[in-house]
């Protein structure tokens, strides 16, 4: 069933008179989401993605919106035409089908090239890799899809670093895209953690698309800036690649203990650093121990790629 989507964005002192006028004129279902819904889903929602980009948080902003629904039939078309005719605000609308409330988010996602090898693809798109390695991903709702800047620049150097047989931990692996990209680039074994709880099963899920089992790929819920918990359970064991795709702060708390982890001829990739707090990063790093050997920059963001000191 085709169905007509039709929205009416107002300042939010104005919600009620819009919502008791559409009342009034025997509209039904209506849905109202205003900045505080946004702010809140962002906030309690937050470790499900990227990053939100400013231009929607700014279109949201002093803004409520209700949303109804009308079939896309002869009656649901005239029935707009005399809502249209009753109300003084404009009536966005578009047609969905009644199978895109589950899928239409599907369609923001395609596959994406990145370095000279890879090939990000997302599990339901059938697609000749064309001489890449394809690396099957279901977003769902957990970070890394390869889109984001920062995603995109540790598959760069992920491809550039990977060696056959390498030990690689993922701090904050999010969705595993990073984890993934190593193994079918021929690491050995990557130990992939998460304070999400979510995120292991999706990164086993991920996993399983492109043939890696338990043998190959350990996830794990846990997080690595308390001295106890899963950070004890690491000990001292060292790996020959550690990736920590994350944000600022949380790089500059694990630059204090990280490099006792990291095999002497390894390196550590961060990025998730924004525009302004790459200096903070980097004189952390230094001050844990390590060398910075490559910088760089997609936009508004950095990464950068270290050694422990005494070793390239």
Avoid at 79 to 103: H, M, T
Avoid at 249 to 261: K, M, Y
Wanted: glycine letters at 10%; charged letters at 20%.
């Amino acid at each position: 069933m085709t169905w007509l989507e039709l929205t009416i964005d107002a300042p939010e002192r104005n919600i009620d008179l819009v919502t008791a006028r559409l009342d009034e004129l025997g509209a039904t279902g209506l849905v109202i989401t205003d900045e505080a819904d946004f702010t809140a889903f962002l906030e309690e929602n937050q470790a499900y993605w990227d990053y939100v980009d400013d231009t929607l948080q700014s279109a949201m902003a002093g803004q409520s919106r209700v949303t109804f629904y009308l079939e896309a039939s002869p009656e649901g078309k005239a029935r707009l035409a005399e809502l249209c005719a009753a109300l003084p605000w404009p009536i966005a609308k578009r047609e969905i089908q009644e199978e895109d409330w589950a899928n239409n988010w599907k369609t923001y996602y395609r596959p994406i090239p990145i370095g000279q090898r890879l090939l990000v693809v997302p599990e339901w798109e059938d697609i000749d890799p064309a001489g890449r390695i394809p690396l099957r991903l279901d977003p769902g709702l957990i970070f890394g899809t390869g889109a984001h800047p920062t995603t995109k620049m540790c598959l760069e150097i992920v491809e550039r670093l990977t060696k056959p047989g390498q030990q690689v931990l993922d701090l904050g692996t999010g969705s595993g895209i990073l984890s993934i990209a190593a193994l079918l680039l021929g690491a050995e074994h990557v130990l992939a953690c998460d304070i999400d709880p979510k995120a292991p099963d999706v990164v086993r899920a991920n996993g399983a698309l492109n043939g890696l089992g338990p043998d190959k790929l350990t996830a794990v819920h846990g997080g690595v800036l308390a001295p106890g918990g899963f950070r004890a359970k690491l000990g001292s064991r060292q790996y020959d690649l550690i990736l920590a795709n994350i944000v600022a702060d949380v790089l500059i708390s694990l630059a204090g203990f990280t490099a006792p982890w990291l095999a002497p001829a390894g390196y550590l990739v961060c990025s998730g650093i924004i525009d302004g707090r790459e200096d903070e990063v980097s004189k952390a790093l230094v001050h844990g121990g390590f060398r910075i050997i490559e910088q760089h920059k997609d936009g508004d963001w950095h990464s950068f790629v270290c050694a422990v000191e005494q070793y390239d």
